[in-house]
């Protein structure tokens, strides 16, 4: 349902703003950040929302935030870090690059301490080695 709201506001965005570009790509750049898709169903499906409230409820010495799981998912899904430069508002690809190698330090660093692990802990991972960055 959301997405389909999305593709509204967007296609609306298109002729409202057919003959100012710079509007346009403004508004285009408000309604496809991180901020706006977070919510609803834009970028996860039912069961990876089920997947991040788990995750979330796991025990971290450094929570990863909700926005570093939905980069990850993005990344899983085949998007590139110029699409998710747009995304997250960022002018430099390379901070994508630097921003995914800290979460995935953060993880790798969280399942290898077997001692700190929970029953939840056995959960299915998002993929943290997507084709699309290495």
Do not use: W
Not at 63 to 69: S, T
């Amino acid at each position: 349902m959301q997405r389909m709201k999305l593709l509204r506001r967007l296609l609306s965005h298109a002729y409202v703003y057919n003959y100012d570009p710079e509007l346009f790509l403004r508004k285009f750049q408000e309604e496809v950040h991180i901020s706006r898709l977070d919510s609803g169903d834009v970028i996860c499906t039912h069961a990876e929302q089920k997947r991040l409230k788990r995750l979330h409820r796991l025990k971290h010495d450094q929570p990863i935030k909700n926005q570093d799981l939905l980069l990850c998912i993005l990344l899983d899904k085949g998007f590139t870090p110029q699409e998710l430069s747009v995304v997250f508002g960022m002018k430099n690809i390379n901070s994508i690059y630097v921003r995914y190698s800290r979460i995935r330090k953060m993880v790798e660093n969280e399942r290898t301490a077997p001692e700190k692990r929970t029953h939840s802990d056995k959960e299915p991972q998002f993929e943290l080695h997507p084709k699309s960055i290495q």
